[in-house]
């Protein structure tokens, strides 16, 4: 005995052509892609920064500095990112293709700014403000890898793909 057939699943894009000739059309793009890396260097020298602290006690000023730099470039993207999105999508942040990738970026931006408000007050002491600042580098690099794996899938699919559709919520079910 078998269940009730169900009809193939037809594909669900992250772009329709529409979206995706904005999003290729858009200096909105070009900029989100060279920020993206330049960020993900300044995480990985901050890290760095940050770990020597930790283990060696030294370089407070030096990693407290990287990470406010980090945070800047932080907000920066996010800021162009919903320039992109509004441009590509209509609407500035939230758009149902990046939803959750939206979502995790409020963390770790409140996380980001956790640390600048513990720096400034003065409300943690230094080796808890570097913790703070790795709970915040690590829900970066998840986002980060959010957002890559997002955009490979839809790289993969419009190479394979002759018709692109829109995702919907519907489409998404």
Sequence with gaps: MTGPRRAPQKPVFLYTEEQRMR???TKWTVIQAVLAPVQ???FLVSLGLVLRYLWTGAGYDAATLSILIKTAFLLCIMVT???WE??????YLFAHAFF???VFSMMVIALHLAYVWAVFTQALAPAEEMW???AAYAAYVINAGQFVWKLRRARLQAANASVVEPLTKEAAA
């Design 100 to 102: 959750w990738e939206d």
């Design 132 to 134: 703070l600042a790795l």
């Design 81 to 83: 990112g919903a320039i």
């Design 86 to 91: 509004k441009v590509v999508f209509g609407q």
């Design 23 to 25: 999003r290729d059309s």
């Design 40 to 42: 993900f260097l300044v």
